[in-house]
């Protein structure tokens, strides 16, 4: 069989972003799996330097490779000539949007001494609609009868999209369940129409068991008693708030690992960690890159590169030793003896 060459496109990004990108590409070679890689320098430094932050042509660009990894975006705590939104609406959301990458998908494993240690689940996000939508606006900014809306946009199309994906990860599961995390009870619209698409979903996978939880509880549950969960899905606000909590319950967002997902591959999927940029420890060596190679997994098996994906993933979940010690590099280079 000839080996594929996979076209990655890289967005280092700002903070630890390019350390950590730099270090899962690494290890992602090491693995065998060969890759053409074309870098764009996008994110804050970028912006504050030239005042870019995408255009129509970037974008198009980005959709034709067959995958995209993501280090981290954003400025220095404290840093305030961006003014908020710029590079979330004008660069993450519009590489969501604008690639229709409609799954936000984070697994998570509860690590040693977690207070979910053990635990294996997973989070389906909607990444396109709900309350990240855009719609809504203001009126009388400024003035004592200022008004402001922000509408969610549940789509019968979009909704059922994303259960679905949610039931075909569930299927492959250990324990194959899929809880729906919403707020029915109040939410009443929106909450009905996802209720009914599980519903309508739920008869195509008599093999997978489903469940509700309203999301205040399913804050408890989380902390409380993870091992209740296999695949969430949720809308998108919901799962945004819902990765932290789970990434803090697992051992940290230093460990958390996401993929912006085109399932249908009419744009290029995104591959991303959920921590940030981390400004304060650039270039000291104390970025952990195992929430970058863990996207990098994600990327791999959506790539079909599985036996690569899952060497990688024993590797990050054989890692021993403490983090904080061995750094960027002594972690990177366990995982390339473990390889
Ligand atoms: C995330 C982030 C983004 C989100 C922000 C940076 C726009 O918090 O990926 O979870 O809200 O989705
Ligand atoms: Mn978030």
Redesign the pocket.
Known sequence: MTQRVHSIGVIGGDGIGPEVTEAALEVVRAAGVVMTTEHFDLGAARYLRDGFVLDEATLEQLRGFDALMLGA??PAIGDTRIPGGT???GL??RL?FGLDLFI?YRPFRGVAGSLAQGCDFAIV?E?TEGP?AGEGGVLRRGTPYEVATQGSVNTRFGVERCVRYAFERARHCARPKVTLVHKTNVLTFAGDLWSRVMTDVQGDYPDVAVDYHHVDAACIYLVEDPRRYSVIVTD??F??IL??LAGAVTGGIGFAA?G?INPTKTGASLF?P?H?AAHDIVGTNRANPLAAVSSAVLMLEHLGEDEAATRIARAVRDFEGDASILGTSGITNQLLERL
């Open positions: 975006i954003g590079l979330e609406r993450l959301l969501r936000n996000r990444n990240y998108n606000l799962g945004d990765s932290d996401s912006n991303e959920v940030g």
